[in-house]
């Protein structure tokens, strides 16, 4: 790309000089055919609008711009500021209705190629990594990329097991960055290593052998069981310190906006001394937060009944195994969030929606899944003595909130033991207040 760009560079430069123009360079490698994207774009468009310039001197038309939005918008600063645009095979002048035309035929035609080649490169990209084949850059540490596309361990991969060990007999994240500057372990680019950093690496797919969702493509660093278990253990809440800047609420991490699907905290209103949620920016409202503590409350007491039932049914061996039916009910659900999204990422692609439709949907879509890919793992992993075990915990755990939620008995448990237990027993809680409607809210039980 670089020397096509000094070949391109050199070509309009002589024809400049040849024609005896003064002129600037503006140069840059447009990845993105949107002018938002393209800084050298925006500030060339700025100076022609100032009067800098006499004309725009390209190699051709689609140069300007590859999306018809925003080559409607270029053809029109070019025509109201009366700059023409100079290629090595002809001067337009976009005043000219000829030429005001042909410009906006030849630009139409760039938009059109250029998404079918952007189609056909996600297609192929898409169909490679169908193959198990890394199309995403520089690999990951611990792999190396072979002729073949394929990942093969390398001599980093007994590092990310130390990682991933470490994580599962109880080590810290602070503790094991410790630990891996002692030991002088660095990452993949010789750095230090960073919070954000291990927690990227334990959630990533790759080191169980799979390849955005595709099981087994290449050979694994640790196995599916390691994987599982460090996985969650960090993406508990109960593991990860909480900043001492931020209060920690019964409910902090746990209410979910109905609509978007985005956290909703609390705010505190110091003149009247009182708690709410928070209002959502897609529109979700706030509401006085004890009266929602309070309705969480009877719903999770209301749930140790389903546990007894559970764990009667057990004992006595005549619970009926809807395993089957709920993983078919799961994955149906699955796969129609998932499409939902790449539908989505498409009609961002081709501009049908804007961008804050495009991060408000996707979202809400995110969340879905999320949720969603608990539940399938909770209900895989589940024999009748582990559940039996899982349902004595989760018993446990509501007898020790009740009688000792602090917030709303006045002494027991402090906020932020409530919120680890309440993290235990449930993944989320479904939060909804219509402009012209009642507040609701679902608890979504692990």
């Known amino acids: 790309m670089d020397e096509v760009l000094k070949v391109h560079q050199h070509t309009l430069v002589n024809l400049c000089e040849q024609q005896g123009h003064s002129y600037d360079i503006y140069r840059e490698v447009a990845s993105s055919s949107s002018i938002e994207n393209r800084p050298e774009m925006v500030k060339l468009l700025k100076r022609i609008k100032e009067g800098y310039y006499q004309a725009v001197v390209v190699m051709d038309i689609d140069r300007l711009s590859r999306n018809e939005f925003d080559s409607s918008d270029i053809k029109r600063i070019l025509h109201d500021t009366g700059t023409l645009i100079i290629t090595p095979y002809r001067v337009y002048d976009l005043t000219q209705d000829d030429d005001s035309l042909l410009v906006g035929v030849t630009s139409l035609i760039a938009s059109q190629e250029y998404k079918m080649i952007h189609k056909r490169m996600k297609r192929g990209k898409q169909y490679a990594q169908q193959q198990g084949l890394w199309t995403d850059g520089i690999p990951p540490?611990?792999?190396?990329?072979?002729?073949?596309?394929?990942?093969?361990?390398?001599?980093?991969?007994?590092?990310?097991?130390?990682?991933?060990?470490?994580?599962?007999?109880?080590?810290?994240?602070?503790?094991?960055?410790?630990?891996?500057?002692?030991?002088?372990?660095?990452?993949?680019?010789?750095?230090?290593?960073?919070?954000?950093?291990?927690?990227?690496?334990?959630?990533?797919?790759?080191?169980?052998?799979?390849?955005?969702?595709?099981?087994?493509?290449?050979?694994?660093?640790?196995?599916?069981?390691?994987?599982?278990?460090?996985?969650?253990?960090?993406?508990?809440?109960?593991?990860?310190?909480?900043?001492?800047?931020?209060?920690?609420?019964?409910t902090s991490g746990l209410i979910f906006c109905g609509n978007c699907g985005k956290v909703q905290g609390c705010n505190y209103h110091p003149h009247i001394d009182k708690l709410y949620i928070k209002v959502c920016r897609c529109g979700n409202r706030s509401f006085y937060y004890n009266d929602v503590l309070k309705l969480i409350k009877q719903q999770v007491l209301s749930h140790k009944e389903t546990i007894l039932k559970a764990i009667f049914c057990l004992d006595r061996g005549s619970e009926e195994d809807d395993t089957p039916r709920r993983l078919e009910l799961i994955k149906k659900a699955m796969g129609k969030a998932n499409r939902a999204l790449e539908k989505i990422e498409i009609l961002f692609e081709e501009d049908?929606?804007?961008?804050?439709?495009?991060?408000?949907?996707?979202?809400?879509?995110?969340?879905?899944?999320?949720?969603?890919?608990?539940?399938?793992?909770?209900?895989?992993?589940?024999?009748?003595?582990?559940?039996?075990?899982?349902?004595?915990?989760?018993?446990?755990?509501?007898?020790?909130?009740?009688?000792?939620?602090?917030?709303?008995?006045?002494?027991?448990?402090s906020n932020e033991d409530i919120n680890r237990r309440l993290h235990v027993l449930i993944s989320g809680i479904v939060w909804r207040y219509p402009k012209h409607g009642e507040p609701t809210l679902r608890v979504i039980y692990k």
Do not use: C
Not at 167 to 179: C, F, K, Q, Y
Not at 207 to 236: F, M, P, Q
Not at 377 to 386: E, H, I, P
């Open 352 to 413: 049908e929606i804007t961008l804050p439709q495009y991060r408000g949907r996707k979202a809400k879509r995110t969340e879905e899944i999320k949720h969603l890919e608990i539940e399938l793992a909770n209900l895989m992993k589940d024999d009748t003595d582990t559940k039996r075990r899982t349902l004595d915990d989760y018993l446990r755990i509501i007898d020790g909130l009740f009688d000792k939620w602090e917030i709303l008995d006045g002494d027991g448990l």
């Open 141 to 250: 540490l611990g792999y190396t990329k072979g002729k073949d596309k394929k990942l093969s361990p390398n001599d980093r991969a007994d590092d990310i097991r130390y990682i991933f060990n470490s994580i599962i007999e109880g080590v810290t994240i602070p503790d094991l960055i410790r630990n891996l500057d002692r030991f002088q372990i660095k990452t993949r680019t010789g750095s230090i290593w960073h919070y954000n950093a291990i927690l990227r690496i334990v959630n990533n797919e790759v080191y169980k052998g799979d390849l955005h969702g595709i099981e087994g493509t290449h050979e694994a660093i640790v196995s599916v069981e390691t994987w599982d278990r460090a996985n969650t253990i960090v993406n508990t809440y109960s593991f990860k310190a909480p900043r001492s800047k931020n209060k920690i609420y019964p």
